[in-house]
């Protein structure tokens, strides 16, 4: 025949006591029992099993129940029903609370990571814009101080252009100067030749003038 081990309920009404016993599976839950392999009291956390017997009816091919099988493990490693603490279970408003609690902890948790990643991101974007700007201020600088050197080369040419004009027409000046004085000379030169003749021709007017007066004085002698 199959058997079972299972719990046999013993006790009062709200004072639940269990028998640990080996029936057959065709039995009723109080039913006559083929062995009795101990007991187990749930409300004073206290129990017994026999479990030189309970292993010799499982390898003969009796299942034990799923109570019974948790009672055979305790056993098994010498735990006892009240050194183990019982777990309460939470009720369906709590749970629910615990949920709601978890969800909201959970979008939290989701929006500090966006925010930080959203400021992660603009602090990227100020960095590269003050990089763009400081290259931007850099070479604004560099194309200004190019400006004012080429500036300043260009008015040292314009310097240096009309320093070279000015010397070539210092230059021109002297030359032309040096030029104009050889030809003024020939004219000193010039001047007593033309004072000459005339001279003489003041002297051929004044000889024939006197000639006459020569003359006169000749007449009254004869």
């Known amino acids: 025949m199959a058997v079972r081990i299972r719990l046999r309920r013993t006790g009062t009404r709200n004072k639940p006591c269990h028998r640990i016993v080996v029936a057959d599976i065709r039995s009723a839950r109080d039913g006559r029992a083929v062995e009795n392999l101990g007991f187990y009291d749930p409300r004073h956390k206290s129990e017994k099993i026999d479990l030189e017997r309970a292993e010799y009816w499982i390898s003969n091919g009796a299942t034990p129940s799923e109570t019974v099988l948790a009672i055979i493990e305790r056993a098994r490693k010498g735990v006892n029903l009240a050194d183990i603490e019982k777990k309460s279970r939470p009720s369906k408003k709590s749970v629910a ?4 609690a978890e969800k909201a902890k959970e979008e939290e948790a989701a929006k500090a990571k966006e925010e930080a990643a959203k400021a992660k991101e603009e602090a990227e974007k100020a960095k590269a814009e003050a ?9 604004a600088k560099a194309a200004e ?3 004012k050197a080429k500036a300043a080369e260009e008015a040292k040419a314009a310097e240096e252009a009309e320093k070279a004009k000015a010397a070539e027409e210092t ?3 002297e030359e032309a100067k040096a030029e104009e004085a050889p030809a003024e000379e020939p004219k000193a ?5 033309e004072e000459a003749p005339v001279k003489e021709a003041k002297a051929e007017e004044a000889a024939p003038a006197e000639e006459p007066k020569a003359e006169e004085k000749a007449e009254p002698a004869e």
Do not use: F, L, N
């Not at 609370?97 to 709601?100: P, R, S, T, V, W």
């Not at 990089?131 to 070479?139: F, I, L, R, V």
């Open 97 to 100: 609370k615990q949920a709601e």
């Open 131 to 139: 990089e763009a700007a400081a290259k931007a201020a850099e070479e």
């Open 145 to 147: 101080e190019a400006e």
């Open 171 to 173: 230059k021109a000046a």
């Open 189 to 193: 030169e010039e001047k007593p030749a």
